[in-house]
């Protein structure tokens, strides 16, 4: 195979890719938003406010990452979403105990992971 086709091929199967991550992550974000607000999950992913809106809206792609999280959460939104805040809570207390930072997801630290290929 020349480059050529392998490139277009790439290009291909990398905008159905795209359109898969994209179709499901709207369907767990359909379920989700039935239970809680969309900052309550951004804040819970440590995901900069209007994240997922800029996701949905095709402003931004989806990571696998992201759309598997989400679509964990979909499965049952109201408790995993509480395991997160109790995860993240307990956390926060194991940290202040030891004079060490919060694990807790930054801001910074979430955008990288979603501009990953």
Known sequence: MDPGTARAIDEALKSVYQASLRTLLNKAL?????????????RLLGLSEGYLSKVSNSRSEPSAELVSNLGLISMNPTSRLRDLET???????????????????????????????
């Open 87 to 117: 995860f993240w809570t307990l956390s926060k207390k194991r940290a202040a105990s030891t004079g060490r930072k919060s694990p807790r997801p930054s801001k910074t630290s979430s955008a990288a992971i979603e501009q990953r290929p």
């Open 30 to 42: 359909i379920k989700i938003r039935a239970r809680t607000s969309m900052r309550r999950v951004e």
